[in-house]
């Protein structure tokens, strides 16, 4: 008898020690559950937020057509110029060679400060098939002109410095047609500069020639 109660209680010993291991085991892997859960979030909202930044920027690289004019420059000091612009027969100021065609426009300060803040509004009218649409850039701050001095701003998505995006579906790029095309430019402190001109039917700007 007194043999057995020993077995019994060595018995119950191993009982509790097995339990007592049962608990810590499952303990830990609730634990290890739990930081994998975590970090699979964590993973899955740096994911989301990554992808919602990239389709952000995307958007923002957009160029579409505006209904309105928004420049509201009312200044009527004369202090900038238009000197010149150029929608075909473009010529790349680097090699002397012939450049795609391209809206080009070369600005001049003719006041005592510097120029800045500038914006640009592009209409392109086709009278042939009697449809138009409208461009509106604002130039960045690093786009200034030093008194006395000209610069020029191209808009034809190259990514070269001075060169802007463009619609490649717009008017300009897509119509074999003769187009009229008018070009405001804003200053601040410079009254607002209009000018006018014709682009000749076709061109190299045309995906398909």
Do not use: W
């Amino acid at each position: 008898m007194t043999k057995h109660s020993s077995n019994s209680q060595a018995f119950r010993r191993r009982a509790v020690a097995i339990a007592s291991i049962a608990v810590v085991g499952f303990a830990g892997a609730a634990g290890c559950s739990s930081k994998s859960d975590a970090s699979s979030a964590a993973s899955t909202t740096t994911t989301a937020a990554a992808s919602g930044a990239s389709t952000s920027g995307s958007g923002a690289d957009q160029v579409l057509p505006v209904t309105t004019n928004p420049i509201s420059n009312t200044s009527t000091a004369q202090t900038m110029k238009i000197t010149s612009v150029l929608v075909e027969n473009n010529v790349d100021p680097v090699t002397g060679k012939a450049a795609e065609d391209h809206l080009e426009i070369t600005l001049t300060n003719t006041g005592p400060t510097e120029l800045s803040g500038f914006e640009v509004y592009t209409t392109y009218t086709d009278p042939t098939d009697k449809i138009s649409e409208s461009y509106y850039t604002a130039l960045p701050s690093t786009f200034t002109i030093a008194p006395g001095a000209s610069r020029v701003a191209h808009f034809d998505a190259s990514g070269a410095t001075d060169h802007f995006p463009v619609n490649k579906f717009s008017l300009f790029a897509t119509s074999k047609n003769a187009l009229d095309v008018e070009v405001v430019v804003s200053a601040n402190g410079a009254a607002v500069q209009t000018t006018t001109l014709k682009k000749d039917a076709g061109g190299a700007e045309n995906p398909s020639e």
